[in-house]
C-alpha cells in the first residue's frame, strides 16, 4: 500500500489483497475433458469446497470440482491459519437463536472440525504429509481472547462464563485493565 499513488487507490483498499497475490482473472481451462458422471460437484475450490471433496473422495464418491479461476484465489489462501474452537459470532447470539442445546451442538461441530485438521495436519496415513507432501507446520498452542477496554472485558467475562456453561473448557484471566473507557 505504501507504494500506491494515494488518489489511484481504491476507496476501500483491502490489506490482504495487496499482500496476497490478485486473484487470477481468467479461469484454467481444464488439461482433460471433464468426466460425464459423477458422484458429486462440488463448486468451488477454497476450504469448504477442496474438504467437503477430499471427504467424499474418501467415502469412495467421484468427484468433480470446478474452480472459476485458481485454487489459490479465495480467502482461504490469504488466511491466517489459526484454528480454535468457535465462531465468529458471541455465544450470547448463538444461544439466542438456537438455545442453550443447540448451541452446545454448534461447539460440538467446530470441535469435530478442530478434531479434523488435528486428523489432517498428522503425519499418519491419512494426513496431509503422506497424501499430498504438504506439511501444515500444525503447532498446538492454544486460543487466547484479549479486550482492549473496560467493556470488551466486561463482555469476555460474560462470553466466558457462557462458553463455560455449555461445558467448554475455558479460563478468564485478568491482567487488571488499564483503559479508561
Ligand atoms: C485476511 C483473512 C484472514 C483470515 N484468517 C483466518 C484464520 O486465521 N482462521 C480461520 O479459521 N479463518 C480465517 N479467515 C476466514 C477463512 O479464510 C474463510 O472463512 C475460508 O477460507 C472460507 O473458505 P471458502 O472455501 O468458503 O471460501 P474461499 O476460500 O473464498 O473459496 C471459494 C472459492 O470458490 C470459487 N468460486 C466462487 N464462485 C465460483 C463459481 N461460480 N464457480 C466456481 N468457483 C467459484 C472462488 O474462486 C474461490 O476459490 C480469514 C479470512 C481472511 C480474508
Known amino acids: 500500500m505504501q507504494n500506491v499513488d ?6 476501500h483498499a483491502v ?4 499482500d496476497a497475490p ?5 479461469a484454467t481451462p481444464p488439461s482433460e475433458p471433464l468426466p460425464t458422471s459423477v458422484d458429486w460437484i462440488v463448486i468451488g475450490g477454497g476450504f469448504s469446497g477442496l474438504s467437503a471433496a477430499r471427504r467424499a473422495a474418501e467415502r469412495g464418491a467421484r468427484v468433480l470440482l470446478l474452480e472459476k479461476g485458481e485454487l489459490r484465489d479465495g480467502a482461504s489462501s490469504r ?6 474452537v468457535g465462531f465468529g459470532a ?3 447470539s448463538i444461544i439466542k437463536i438456537f438455545g442453550a442445546d443447540g448451541a452446545r451442538e454448534w461447539f460440538d461441530l467446530s470441535r469435530a472440525g478442530v478434531r479434523r485438521i488435528q486428523q489432517l495436519a498428522a503425519a499418519g496415513p491419512e494426513g496431509l504429509i503422506s497424501s499430498t507432501g504438504i ?3 500444525w503447532s498446538e498452542t492454544g486460543h487466547l481472547e484479549l479486550a482492549r477496554s473496560a467493556r470488551g472485558a466486561a463482555d469476555l467475562q460474560g462470553e466466558a462464563e457462557l462458553r463455560a456453561s455449555l461445558g467448554l ?8 485493565c ?4
Do not use: I, Y
Open 6 to 11: 494515494p488518489a489511484q487507490r481504491p476507496r
Open 15 to 18: 490489506a490482504w489483497h495487496e
Open 22 to 26: 490478485n486473484p487470477s482473472s481468467a
Open 79 to 84: 488466511n491466517g491459519g489459526m484454528v480454535h
Open 90 to 92: 458471541s455465544t450470547s
Open 135 to 137: 506439511d501444515p507446520s
Open 169 to 176: 473448557p475455558v479460563r478468564l484471566l485478568n491482567f487488571g
Open 178 to 181: 488499564k483503559c479508561n473507557h
